[in-house]
């Protein structure tokens, strides 16, 4: 069966499906094949996949189990998306701690991948904010895990890619809101400069900051884009309406030659070009605001049916302008560019997850068409600047970085490694860990 | 506010259900086989709005057994408003063909225990002449079919059993609706290949209530599966016996 697949459509993939629905489960036998739990693969790359293997399909495990409104603690089973979770909190007068780009996805996933959102830089990753989950081993072990108690699989668990067993349930701390609205600053930048001046001056006062860039842009106009800046609108304002679902699906494969290098850079010059003035103000609900792209369902889609990439990586702030620019350059010289290029500052705050993907500095995810053997090889050229200024790859992004840099950017993998559960395994790890 | 029993609970569809019914803040009370899972549901129907949850533990086959626990629910919960019966069990065809213990099996399941738990609804509805019996059977109940007719003839039989007793109950102002589910997308049919006309539990749960908060004697869900088989009954049987259906 080929239902379950990554985000990118790429690698394809095909596996043993196994539900699980209860939270009293036992990790189903799976015979000589290795696991791995799968919540809603909205990771883009393999780290979801474990291809010729099993997977777990943890989407039917999705109940709450308790919500304490007056603290703000949240307790649900790990296969619960973003998506139930703000119906439930945002009309009691809270929000997630911390969000994705997209609702789509299950606590089990955001804590597997230890995401970020557009708030990193005051609240760090979500795996911060967790008090604790239950950790179900293959040989029938359940251990609780919290940052006091078996702190180190705690640890490892956050950001672990799903390797060190099935989280069945997991608890973690809201964030009070007066309503579900958000009073944003757009803000058009010329270049990188200005980006990194606008990100430092609304650290303290914005909660959420995320610019687009045009990554299509070459020589003057190059590094221009639009800083967005927003904070929860003020209580005076009451309304705590939910979103609503997705309208419009995708309902079938585009063909390859709709996202050529021309549609690209349209579109990329009509979005700058769209803001007229370098400052606009609105209030916006929280869902186009957090979650743009999941207004069309499926939009994956949009990319053919040989998928997409898409590169995020994170390079520390010290040599980070000339290091952004260098790329900026590489990408638009390849005519491979894409629509939706985000960057963004990372903030200080360290979180528990011994793999996670975040660190100080400015980061930038790009999706990629796949055109084969060209865009593989512009990775490799990215890849080759960002290992230089001692940056990273995000692994719930990634389709193809090389084992030798993986190992190099996250030295700590080898002890991550006694964490795993002998009988987990993903395509992403089997790619990282022995090149295969 | 109502008091809704849902029997079978543990079902994937009937969860949905429930959900929804929590969402309006009703109160619910669910049997089933499983306490673990009937209390994994319950906490999370608290947290989404329920009034009270109540859970009884009962093996459906058991026939002898559902007399008492209504009695001894209604001891406990107070009188009931509607009941759902969802609970199920879809044979493989051809173990059944060849293995007569399996196929009694699924009879049992999927029409004697429901013809039982009916009649002593009706029987707890009838003299307090108000309340609604909605039954879960399927699109399988409208035409035998090659593929699954061991399962398609117990869900006729529930279904004929449901129609007869809304005759018996419409004096007493008592409402039975016949739910008929086309394919959906549970751990019934996780071993299908899914096509374009699997629904998902949630669609079908909404469909299921609306059919019940409006009285409907037979809802088909999705709706189109009224119009797709009416199609299939009218295929002459001269045809429709050489098909893989
Ligand atoms: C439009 C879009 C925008 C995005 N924006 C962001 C962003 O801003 N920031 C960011 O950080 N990420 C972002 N992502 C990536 C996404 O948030 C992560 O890939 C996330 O982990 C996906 O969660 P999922 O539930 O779909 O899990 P999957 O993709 O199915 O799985 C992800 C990992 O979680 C593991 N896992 C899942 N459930 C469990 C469990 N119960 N127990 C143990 N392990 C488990 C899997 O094994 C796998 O390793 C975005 C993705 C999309 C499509
Ligand atoms: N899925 C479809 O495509 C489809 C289509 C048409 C009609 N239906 C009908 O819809 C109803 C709900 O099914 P579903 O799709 O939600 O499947 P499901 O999730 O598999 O639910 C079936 C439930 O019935 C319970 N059950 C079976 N025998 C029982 C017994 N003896 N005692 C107590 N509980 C028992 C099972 O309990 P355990 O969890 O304890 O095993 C299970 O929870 C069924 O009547 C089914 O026939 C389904």
Do not use: I, V
């Given at each position: 069966m080929n239902r379950c697949q990554s985000w990118g459509r790429y690698p394809k993939a095909v596996q043993e499906i196994r539900p699980v629905r209860w939270r009293d489960t036992t990790v189903p036998n799976s015979g000589d094949k290795s696991i791995l739990p799968y919540g809603l693969g909205r990771s883009y790359g393999d780290s979801c996949l474990n291809d010729g293997q099993a997977l777990l399909e943890t989407s039917g495990m999705n109940r709450f189990i308790a919500f304490d409104e007056t603290s703000g603690i949240l307790r649900c089973e790990a296969g619960m998306s973003l998506d139930d979770i703000l119906k439930l909190i945002v009309p009691k007068g809270w929000f997630l701690p911390t969000t994705p780009g997209t609702k789509f996805i299950t606590v089990g996933g955001a804590i597997a991948n230890d995401i970020h959102g557009k708030n990193h830089h005051i609240s760090g990753t979500f795996g911060c904010h967790v008090r604790a989950f239950e950790l179900l081993r293959s040989d029938g072990n359940r251990t609780l895990c919290t940052p006091e108690s078996n702190t180190d699989l705690f640890k490892a668990t956050i950001g672990g890619l799903g390797l060190t067993g099935l989280i069945t349930w997991a608890e973690f701390g809201l964030k009070k809101v007066g309503n579900a609205w958000i009073d944003l600053e757009s803000i058009k930048f010329t270049g990188i400069g200005e980006f990194l001046e606008l990100s430092k001056e609304s650290d303290e006062g914005w909660e959420y900051t995320v610019s687009w860039i045009d990554c299509v842009a070459q020589g003057k106009s190059m590094g221009r884009g639009i800083f967005m800046r927003g904070n929860h609108s003020p209580a005076s304002v009451l309304s705590r309406k939910v979103h609503a679902d997705p309208k419009i699906t995708a309902l079938f494969d585009c063909p390859d030659m709709m996202l050529n290098s021309l549609s690209i850079k349209v579109f990329n010059t009509v979005y700058y070009g769209k803001q007229r003035t370098k400052y606009v103000r609105s209030r916006v609900h929280y869902d186009p605001f957090f979650y743009p792209l999941d207004a069309v369902n499926e939009w994956n889609r949009v990319y053919g049916k040989r998928g997409f990439f898409q590169y995020q990586f994170v390079i520390p702030f010290n040599g980070g302008k000339e290091t952004m620019e260098a790329i900026l350059r590489i990408i638009a010289a390849s005519k491979?560019?894409?629509?939706l290029s985000v960057i963004k500052t990372f903030g200080k705050k360290v979180s528990p997850g011994m793999l996670s993907f975040p660190k100080p500095g400015i980061t930038l995810a790009l999706d990629f068409p796949n055109r084969g053997e060209s865009t593989l090889k512009l990775f490799d050229e990215l890849d080759t600047v960002v290992a230089a200024a001692g940056g990273s790859v995000y692994p719930a992004k990634d389709a193809r970085m090389s084992a030798d840099f993986f190992q190099k950017a996250y030295p700590q993998w080898r002890d991550f490694s006694e964490f795993i559960d002998p009988k987990f395994s993903s395509s992403f790890w089997r790619r990282v860990t022995t090149g295969s | 506010m109502n008091t809704i029993l849902i029997v079978g609970a543990t079902s994937a569809i009937a969860e949905e259900i429930a959900k929804l019914y929590a969402g309006q803040g009703q109160r619910l009370v669910l049997w089933g086989r499983n306490l673990n899972h009937l209390h994994s549901i319950q906490n999370n129907l608290e947290v989404l709005g329920a009034a009270e949850v109540f859970c009884f533990e009962i093996d459906l086959d058991v026939c002898g057994k559902h007399a008492d626990l209504l009695e001894e629910t209604v001891a406990k919960v107070g009188a009931i408003d509607i009941a759902l019966i969802a609970h199920g069990v879809l044979p493989d065809q051809q173990t059944a063909q060849e293995n007569f213990a399996a196929m009694r099996a699924s009879l049992h399941t999927n029409f004697l225990s429901y013809a039982s738990i009916l009649t002593v609804l009706a029987n707890y509805f009838e003299p307090r002449k108000r309340g609604t019996i909605a039954s879960i059977t399927s699109v399988a109940a409208d035409r035998g079919r090659k593929s699954n007719y061991v399962y398609g003839a117990a869900k006729a039989g529930a279904s004929a059993f449901t129609d007869g007793l809304r005759g018996r109950l419409s004096a007493s102002g008592v409402h039975v609706v016949n739910i008929k589910p086309g394919m959906v997308d549970t751990p019934m049919t996780a071993h299908f290949k899914k096509g374009l006309l699997f629904a998902s539990p949630k669609t079908v749960a909404s469909g299921i209530v609306k059919a019940i908060r409006k009285n409907k004697s037979t809802a088909y869900v999705p709706g189109y599966w009224r119009l797709i088989m009416c199609i299939i009954r009218s295929i002459p049987e001269a045809i429709f016996k050489k098909t893989n259906f």
């Open positions: 491979q560019g894409s629509f | -």
